[in-house]
C-alpha cells in the first residue's frame, strides 16, 4: 500500500541511510551509493560530498537525483524522492557535516568523525527538492 504524502515525508525525515541515484551518461547504469542525509517535512532533502567527487560531477551535470530509504521492521517500508537539485553550496564551516554526524551517531563519537571528516577535503551541500515520490508499505512479511 502506497504512504500518504505526510506517511513519506515523515518517514524520510527519520535517519535511514539513504541510495542516492544519478545518471552518469555514456550508456552507463545510474551512479547509486549509499548516503548519509538531511530532510525535514515540506523542505529540502540535502547531501554532503566531496567538491571534486565522482558523485558531485554527476550531480551537477545531471541537475536531478533520487534518493531511497527503507527499512525491514516493523514492517517492509520504502521512500523514494526525486527532484531537481536546486544548489550546490561549498561547506564554509562544520556546521552541515555536524549536523548530519549528529543525526546518524550516538554524541560520544560526533567529535572524532569531524575529525575524520576534515581529512576528506573540500566538502559541498547538494539542496534538492523533492517532486517525484515512490512509497510502499508491505505490512509485517
Given at each position: 500500500m502506497a504512504l500518504t504524502l505526510k506517511e513519506r515525508q515523515e518517514f524520510l525525515a527519520q535517519p535511514h541511510i539513504g541510495a542516492l541515484a544519478v545518471a552518469v551518461g555514456n550508456g552507463r547504469a545510474p551512479l547509486n551509493v549509499p548516503i548519509w542525509y538531511q530532510y525535514s517535512p515540506g523542505g529540502e532533502l540535502w547531501v554532503v560530498t566531496g567538491a571534486g567527487s565522482r558523485k558531485a560531477r554527476a550531480l551537477e551535470e545531471a541537475g536531478r537525483f533520487s534518493l531511497m530509504a527503507q527499512v525491514l521492521t516493523p514492517s517492509v517500508r520504502y521512500v523514494t524522492a526525486e527532484g531537481p537539485v536546486v544548489r550546490i553550496e561549498p561547506m564554509t564551516d562544520e556546521g552541515p557535516v555536524r549536523e548530519m554526524a549528529e543525526r546518524y551517531l550516538p554524541a560520544d563519537k560526533?567529535?572524532?568523525?569531524?575529525?575524520?571528516?576534515?581529512?576528506?577535503?573540500?566538502?559541498?551541500?547538494?539542496f534538492m527538492r523533492p517532486e517525484q515520490w515512490l512509497s510502499a508499505d508491505m505490512g509485517t512479511v
Open positions: 560526533v567529535d572524532g568523525y569531524l575529525k575524520y571528516a576534515e581529512s576528506l577535503g573540500e566538502q559541498v551541500v547538494v
